[in-house]
């Protein structure tokens, strides 16, 4: 319940930050007596989509800790924990990148990498993963993790769904002004958007967002090629990395929250392999192995 309060909560800010910066700017002035102004549209698309995405890469990081309950490792408590702080260390000066934050939390096999940038990353690992793997293949999650981090794939996962977001933003209102206009050719009396355009522009939002979310996951499924690719380069072979993968398509997936799941070191395919976040593990392992 918690985690529902704190989602519709931060949506709500986003939108209303986002909904009064653009009437300061002017930019949601797009619907005039003239018709649609296609370049203020444009603006106030572009406001909106990539507001969104930022400000939601900006959180990410925060709100990744709390939904897991992840506990970040300042101080050690155990020769585990000390081992995980040194690996990441060594991993990241490899990569070339700052010291990210690393956490533990509790729960099924799976880990995740989030944060605004490169130098101010996180590198989270849950209780199963340690408990089910060898030190070896735990390091090459972990490299798998920092290698997110050096191709810098949260900020370009963001650019992308900016643009996507922008698109579906000015295209369902451009559907919305026409299908309303339609509905009210014959109706010369009434001015301004009427509920044909509302509901015209909800509906289309919805199914230009599920199209835009199969772009969103391809790419996403690229980026974990790159990535497993990344931590064969930091380990120096590919091997652990694909004992990994093998161990953990032997395991049961952790669920992690939905805004954390394109983060994640595993992912669901099947029916709707279209919309998901990651590769099959077998195409993961022979993507390793052709390399």
């Known amino acids: 319940m918690k985690r529902i309060v ?31 102004d296609l370049g203020m ?10 507001g969104g995405a930022f400000i939601s890469l900006w959180m990410s990081k925060p ?11 300042t101080q050690p408590a155990n020769s585990t924990e000390h081992w ?13 990148i700052g010291m990210p934050e690393v956490a533990v939390y ?8 989030t944060g605004a940038t490169k130098n101010s990353s996180l590198v989270a690992v849950s209780t199963g993963l ?46 919305g002004y026409f299908v309303d206009g339609m509905l009210r050719k014959n109706d010369s009396e009434q001015s301004g958007p009427g509920i044909g355009y509302m509901v015209t522009v909800v509906v289309c939002e919805i199914v230009f967002g599920i199209l835009a979310s199969i772009i969103v996951a ?45 983060f994640g070191i595993s992912g669901k395919g099947g029916a709707m392999a279209l919309f998901s976040s990651h590769p099959p593990i077998e195409e993961r392992i022979a993507a390793l192995q052709g390399a």
């Open 63 to 73: 709100i990744a800790k709390w939904s897991t309950r992840a506990r970040v490792i």
């Open 106 to 113: 509790d729960g099924e096999p799976n880990a995740f990498a």
């Open 130 to 175: 340690l408990a089910s793997m060898s030190k070896e293949e735990v390091e090459a999650v972990l490299a798998h993790e920092v290698a997110h981090i050096a191709n810098g794939d949260m900020v370009t996962l963001t650019l992308i769904q900016g643009v996507v977001n922008t698109f579906v933003i000015f295209l369902a209102r451009i559907v």
């Open 6 to 36: 704190l989602f519709l909560a931060t949506n709500l800010a986003i939108v209303l930050v986002l909904s009064l910066t653009a009437s300061l700017l002017g930019v949601n002035r797009f619907l005039t007596a003239n018709g649609l």
């Open 218 to 262: 391809w790419f996403s499924r690229q980026r974990e090629f790159r990535a497993d690719r990344g931590a064969a380069g930091i380990l120096g072979r590919p091997q652990p990395m694909i004992a990994a993968l093998r161990r953990l398509g032997g395991l049961s997936e952790g669920e992690l929250p939905k805004n954390m799941a394109a």
């Open 84 to 96: 995980l702080v040194e690996t990441v260390g060594a991993q990241a000066r490899k990569a070339g």
């Open 41 to 50: 549209l444009l603006a106030f698309a572009a406001l909106m989509g990539f």
